[in-house]
């Protein structure tokens, strides 16, 4: 077997010399193989030829095996890699910026915003640019998520620590049967970059409490407020103050809703000056003790998400200083001035 190994020594030697390529040296060792597998196998037991080449067919046959099966690892090893390759070739060349601030793509997405006057190209650069925090993945975060992601808000942040169950589906849009029990923010966002690839979104699966919530909103341009808790708006109300962010609020119960802007910093009250203290228990009861007509949160969340589209692009008049109150039983609509008092605990010192 020595006497093989050093003619497969030579033959590999002079073929570097001669600078054949590796593939032909290959060959050339392939066919000693076949040359010496031969030999084993035609010669008699007991033949010099046969026990200078190793003696034994068997012992030339796991040497082949064992040759191609780490020839066999390479080749797949070599396609996995390449496949790879290739892959992240083309993940790059999508998310490759073009020489503008839009992709085609994009460009095709919100052709109907770049034609509104209102609105046009700058307008739409200002939705890719800003950053959204909304609070709750509930009755008015579904509706507000999904527009906020349709208009091409570049990113958007969503906070909240409760999970999918049944009796959301009847008013929840952005979640499905097939996620129940699963955190709404990681179904929110599912349902987001199904809809808009392009947006970045940042699901923070826990309780918006005190001591994060004013660093939070620093991190994001607006906030929109969905929770239906006095006390936890009234934080949401405190840190945004803090943080210098306007507040898109909506509230909803039973058949009516309403929305605003509190914005101190703009000139608009914040939620303290119109609501000084916490409401009567049966004023403020949760939609899930009064119940609440399935399609108001799309209509109240559509109004938030069309007040932030405004808000980030400039269009038209926003609700600062104004409260739209809606009743869905009687399809009224009207709004309400609202206004700053200057010995308000939370922002009377702006």
């Known amino acids: 077997m020595l006497f093989v190994l050093f ?16 593939q032909a040296r290959l060959y050339m060792l392939g066919l000693l193989y076949v040359a010496v597998l031969g030999v084993q196998i035609a010669l008699p037991l007991g033949h010099p030829l046969r026990e200078a080449t190793g003696g034994s067919a068997a012992l030339w046959l796991l040497l082949g095996a064992f040759v191609a099966l780490v020839l066999g690892y390479r080749l797949v090893l070599g396609r996995i890699r390449g496949r790879a390759e290739e892959i992240e070739a083309a993940r790059e ?30 307008g739409q650069l200002a939705l890719k640019n800003a950053k959204v ?20 808000v570049g990113r958007i942040g969503v906070i909240d620590h409760d999970v999918v169950s ?11 049967d097939d ?47 969905g929770t239906d808790n006095f006390e936890v708006r009234a934080m949401i109300n405190r840190a945004a103050v803090a943080a210098g962010r306007p507040v898109i609020a909506g509230a909803i119960s039973a058949w009516e ?34 119940g609440v007509i399935g399609a108001l949160p799309g209509v109240v ?8 589209v405004k808000e980030i692009t400039g269009a038209g008049e926003g609700l600062r200083r ?22 308000c605990p939370v922002c009377g010192a702006l």
């Open 257 to 290: 809703g309403q929305i605003t802007i509190y914005d101190p910093a703009g000139g608009a009250p914040c939620m303290a000056c119109i609501f000084p203290q916490a409401p009567a228990p049966d004023l403020a009861a949760t939609c899930a003790e009064t």
């Open 93 to 122: 060349a999508d998310t490759d910026q073009p020489e503008g601030p839009f992709r085609d793509v994009e460009l095709e997405r919100y052709a109907r915003h770049i034609t509104l006057p209102d609105i046009g190209g700058g």
């Open 133 to 152: 925090l909304v609070v709750g993945a509930g009755g008015l975060g579904a509706p507000v998520l999904f527009y906020l992601a349709a208009a091409g």
């Open 301 to 308: 969340g559509s109004m938030m998400a069309l007040e932030a």
């Open 179 to 225: 996620r129940t029990g699963m955190p709404k923010v990681f179904s929110a966002e599912m349902a987001v970059k199904a809809l808009n690839p392009h947006v970045d979104v940042r699901p923070y699966d826990r309780a918006l409490t005190e001591d994060v919530a004013e660093a939070l909103f620093a991190d994001f341009d607006l906030i929109l407020d």
């Open 166 to 176: 049944l009796s959301n589906l009847q008013r929840q849009i952005i979640h499905t």
């Open 7 to 22: 003619l497969a020594a030579v033959l590999w030697g002079i073929g570097h010399v001669m600078k054949t390529p590796v």
């Open 322 to 343: 104004r409260m739209l109150i809606y009743d869905a039983l009687h399809a009224e609509t009207r709004t309400i001035k609202v206004q700053r008092k200057a010995d």
